[in-house]
């Protein structure tokens, strides 16, 4: 059996949980090690039981808390080389696993890397398996290759971005290089691009569809769940169980 909390996801901090029965892990720690230990016991989770750390990338809201939860509990974290060099400007000493494979495992789960397209080098999303069950995990990228659409096809559980709506960012207030950059392939996936992704993604095995790091200025949890819902529709796709995952508000555990 494999469960998830997404722990907290957007700007300001991103991290998600992942336990079997013979492991704990986290993707990501952009969030304080006070907030970390917090949610965790709220879901009665030791911080001591995580064994590894996943990290996407090195923007702060996905690196914040590491220091300190690393100084504290010393979990390995699995890194590209990139992302390994990054790191080495911000933590001084740390426990790692430098992966050179798209795939490797963590006890029982077995991981697949996606590359994926955001203005930090190194970034990736992750396809985590546990038996016969799989999530995708993709946040923080302009585009999806279309080499991993195979790959990222008809899984249980889906943690995807939908960071923005196209209107509401050229309508508001962020600088036009702002915008300019969100917009890029090296950007956000928007609300309309997410629901196009997913469209193509999902299958009969999926279960549960979270939408992730939702701009807290360019976008509405209704805006959207609605885009997600009408393309899903248009395409006579079957409604799943959607989930919106928030800034500093844990989810509850969903079983993949």
């Known amino acids: 059996m494999m469960q998830v909390a ?12 992942i336990q079997t029965k013979n492991t704990k892990v986290l993707i990501d720690l952009g969030v304080t090690k006070s907030y970390t230990e917090e949610k965790l016991e709220e879901l009665e989770v030791d911080p001591r039981e995580i064994k590894a750390i996943l990290i996407t990338h090195t923007h702060v809201d996905h690196i914040q808390g590491l220091k300190v939860f690393l100084k504290k509990y010393h979990p390995k974290l699995y890194v ?5 060099s990054l790191l080495n400007e911000y933590i001084d000493d ?6 050179e494979t798209p795939n490797f495992m963590i006890d029982d789960l077995e991981i697949t890397v996606i590359k994926t397209s955001h203005d930090v080098s190194g970034s990736v999303g992750f396809i985590v398996k546990n038996e ?7 946040t923080d990228t ?3 290759n279309n080499k ?33 950059r969100i917009l890029s392939d090296k950007g956000h996936l928007s609300n309309a691009d997410a629901a196009y992704y997913l469209s193509e993604f999902i299958g009969d095995n999926t279960n549960t569809i979270v939408l992730a790091h939702l701009s807290d ?5 209704d805006a959207a769940l609605d885009t ?14 959607i989930m919106i995952a928030k800034q500093k508000q844990r989810t509850d555990l969903i079983e993949v």
């Open 217 to 221: 200025d360019n976008n509405t949890y």
């Open 6 to 17: 997404v722990l907290s996801s957007g700007s300001k901090g991103n991290s998600t949980l």
């Open 94 to 99: 740390f426990d790692y696993v430098l992966y």
């Open 148 to 180: 991993y659409f195979e790959k990222l096809s008809n899984h249980n559980l889906y943690i995807f971005e939908s960071n923005h709506d196209v209107e509401m960012l050229m309508n508001g207030r962020y600088p036009f290089h702002l915008k300019k």
């Open 142 to 144: 302009g585009y999806i």
């Open 80 to 84: 590209n080389k990139v992302i390994l």
């Open 132 to 138: 016969d069950k799989s999530l995708v995990y993709i």
């Open 228 to 241: 997600l819902n009408e393309v899903l529709a248009s395409k006579n796709k079957n409604g799943k169980d």
